[in-house]
Nanobody, 129 residues
């Protein structure tokens, strides 16, 4: 059984920072692309950042480039999203996902192709003063 669990969300003031974690079980993360996505009510799920160790490639959405950093610790089977200079428009539920066969850019561009079993439950990030 594949399981991904996000943690680290919460309330932060504009300009603040937050680090999300994604712990993964049931797969060896080294061989999978990992992605962070976010979604607000009434909007499509948006790819924030995706990364592949095997492809040596990382993708960031323009809206977060320079502010967010994706990383992973394959030895711990975990991934992270460091978020800096947070703004209210970053408020969303943040999800992590794993993809066994697609490169990071394709993964982030088309989250609907990630199977349901490879998603975490999400963690709420709220940016407000």
């Amino acid at each position: 059984q594949v399981q991904l669990v996000e943690s680290g969300g919460g309330l932060v003031q504009p300009g603040g920072s937050l680090k999300l974690s994604c712990t993964v079980s049931g797969i060896t993360l080294h061989y999978y692309a990992i992605g962070w996505f976010r979604q607000v009510p009434g909007k499509e799920r948006e790819g924030v950042s995706c990364d592949s160790t095997l492809d040596h490639s990382t993708y960031y959405a323009d809206s977060v480039k320079g502010r967010f950093t994706i990383s992973r610790d394959n030895g711990k089977n975990a991934a992270y999203l460091e978020m800096n200079s947070l703004q209210p428009e970053d408020t969303a539920i943040y999800y992590c996902a794993a993809d066994p066969s697609r490169p990071p850019q394709a993964m982030c561009y088309t989250p609907v192709l990630v199977p349901d079993g490879y998603w975490g439950q999400g963690t709420q990030v709220t940016v407000s003063s």
